[in-house]
């Protein structure tokens, strides 16, 4: 157990532990053709209760998956079975996709530990631990929300440290998309990126599932002129692997790091925001 990870074996002795939520928060691309909330019927870790990016979300905006209010969060874990002083344990069935965006959720709206499962799902699968399936119900629990807004960036922030700010910002989607050379999985998005921010695919942080040793992500970062010690906002497509990026930074060292919520999927649809290609 580490201040970011649970190894497959430590979760495998808490499985039943009343004091450890297990959340699976596995979530797909639109283009990807899957089904996450199916999959978690099939087949989960024992215990797990599935936590929906797309409903535990503001459903007053038509942008995808944007960080739902305080209170509505509390009641929706709550149902969920999850209290804010619980060690919650997150993972995804690929290994590290959706999981930090998750794991960023719940700390930016107070609760005290919360985890993510090395390897995730797939090293669980590999190692052949028990698997069941259902939908796994909890006991109603209450969280209590103390909402951190240092951990949020919306669009009139972004606006106003790309012109006045030493606040790095980077990008995590593709090169390709970043550069507006491939089309955004969304329609009705501009091409390009934010002016001025830096790119650094999420694909980079990992290997086989699993984030990259810290070592070779500070090289990463020092080789694109990423300074960990200022204040940094990571984007991407519409939240979910800025989330990992951001994940990535923090294991790594940075100390002030937040997510733009709207990301491209705000930025890109917007004519009042300046868009570089």
């Known amino acids: 157990m580490t201040d ?3 190894s497959t074996e430590w979760l495998g002795q808490h499985l039943r532990s009343p004091d450890v939520a297990i959340v699976d928060a596995s979530w797909y691309l639109p283009t990807a053709g899957r089904d996450a909330h199916a999959e978690y019927l099939t087949g989960h ?3 797990a209760v599935f936590f929906d990016i797309d409903a535990v979300a503001d459903h007053t905006t038509t942008l995808p998956h944007m960080l ?10 709550g149902a ?5 002083k619980m060690t919650i344990v997150i993972y995804d069935e690929p290994g590290l996709f959706s999981a930090p965006r998750v794991r960023w959720t719940f700390l930016a709206m107070g609760a005290r530990d919360v985890r993510i499962l090395a390897g995730g799902g797939a090293r669980w699968r ?15 629990a209450h969280f209590e929300a103390h909402f951190d807004p240092a951990a949020v960036a919306d669009f009139d922030t972004i606006e106003h440290v790309r012109r006045d700010s030493d606040t790095i910002i980077v990008d995590a989607r593709p090169a390709d998309r970043f550069e507006g050379r491939a089309p955004e999985p969304r329609p009705g998005l501009r091409p390009g990126h934010i002016p001025g921010s830096f790119n650094i695919p999420s694909s980079e942080l990992t290997r086989g599932g699993e984030l990259k040793p810290v070592d070779e992500l500070r090289k990463l970062f020092a080789d694109r002129n990423i300074e960990l010690s200022g204040p940094i906002i990571t984007t991407c497509g519409s939240g979910i692997t800025a989330a ?6 923090e294991v790594a060292g940075a100390k002030q790091v937040a997510v733009y919520d709207g990301a491209w999927a705000e930025w890109g649809s917007r ?3 300046e868009v570089e290609v």
Do not use: T, Y
């Not at 969920?80 to 804010?84: F, S, V």
């Open 271 to 273: 004519e009042d925001a």
């Open 45 to 47: 870790i024992p215990g």
């Open 68 to 77: 739902p209010k305080p209170a509505d969060f509390a009641k929706m874990v």
């Open 80 to 84: 969920l079975g999850i209290n804010d």
């Open 4 to 6: 970011w990870f649970v």
């Open 126 to 140: 590999a190692e052949q631990r028990p698997i069941e399936a259902g939908a796994v119900v909890r006991a109603p």
């Open 244 to 249: 990992a990026l951001a994940f990535a930074l």
